[in-house]
């Protein structure tokens, strides 16, 4: 069998606060092969950002660390690894498209040499053939006026059109690996569907595997092929995405679940939500984090964390999960 082209075991991530370190990411592990599309879902604060800079070796450091585990790509260990090595994976074999487009985007920069730089790094093209390549590539993520945009600054655009030329950018070296953070949030509906087209076809295309993080389910269930759900660090729940959506095991995922709207239901009722929030890292109840906020939890939930394990068609870590638990 061939390696996937994403291992990730045991990854820990800790942050330096006032006290000492607080752990942020506990203990993760999945993989991902080549074209597979994993969504990356949790409500704010649960290490879904974190984990996707950790892959590419850009966890803030301080305050940020990993401290155990493992990420490897295509056999390569990049926990580790020099920042050299490193820096020559990014944008060409793994790119990213980041939560905040104003941490990728250099202000003093127009956004054409960004993109000509970013695509003459890693590849043999002279100045005038990146540069059509760039205008290329901000036509194909639907920013109008392509070639005059080139030579505006980022803090001359709109939020959305900032974000669109981070994906342009984030795609531009066809990477095998790209990680998009809530890509589509900034966007109107028209340009989030455009986006997400854009990122499915080069999927298809060049056998790009991709997480994407984000809060919609609506979006997960439109281009994932499989979902890990975290909570509190944790992934707690593992699934192909029609699994998901048809029956979801962990109490939280069935939660999330049932708060997305369903069109066809009428008359519409109060969606329901989870109650209570996410204990912030450092106040992690000891036992299943969700347990607080969970109305099948007993002693034993409250006990230990629960380890995951496989429920149908899932891998979750519940006691008392949703369906009929086999
Ligand atoms: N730069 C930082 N300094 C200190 N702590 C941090 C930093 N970045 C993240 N953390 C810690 O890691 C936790 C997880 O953050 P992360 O950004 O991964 O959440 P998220 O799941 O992406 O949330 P959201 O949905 O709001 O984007 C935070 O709650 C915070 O405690
Ligand atoms: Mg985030």
Known sequence: ???????????????????????????????????????????????KSVTGLALMGLVPSPPGRVVDGSVRFEGFECVGAPEKTLRSLRGKTMSMIFQEPMTALNPVFTVGR??????????????????????EMLERVGIPRAAARMDEYPHELSGGLRQRIMIAMALACRPRLLIADEPTTALDVTTQAQVLAEIRELTEALGTAVILVTHDLGVIAEVCDRVAVMYCGRIVEQAPVDAVFR???????????????????????????????????????????FAPRCAYADAACRAAPPALRPIGESVAACLHPAGDGR
């Open 1 to 47: 069998m061939t390696p996937p082209l994403l291992h990730v075991e045991n990854l820990t991530i800790d942050f330096d606060a006032r006290h000492g370190p607080v752990r942020a990411v506990d203990g993760i592990s999945f993989e991902l092969a080549a074209g597979e599309t994993l969504g990356l879902v949790g409500e704010s604060g649960c290490g």
């Open 114 to 135: 960004q993109l000509i730089d970013v695509l003459r790094r890693h590849e043999p093209l002279d100045r005038r053939q990146a540069r059509r390549r760039a205008v």
């Open 247 to 289: 029956q979801p095991r962990h109490r939280y995922t069935e939660g999330l679940v049932a708060a997305v709207p369903r069109i066809r239901e009428v008359p519409i009722e109060r969606l329901p939500t989870i109650p209570g929030t996410v204990p912030e890292p450092g106040r992690w109840p000891s036992g299943c984090r």
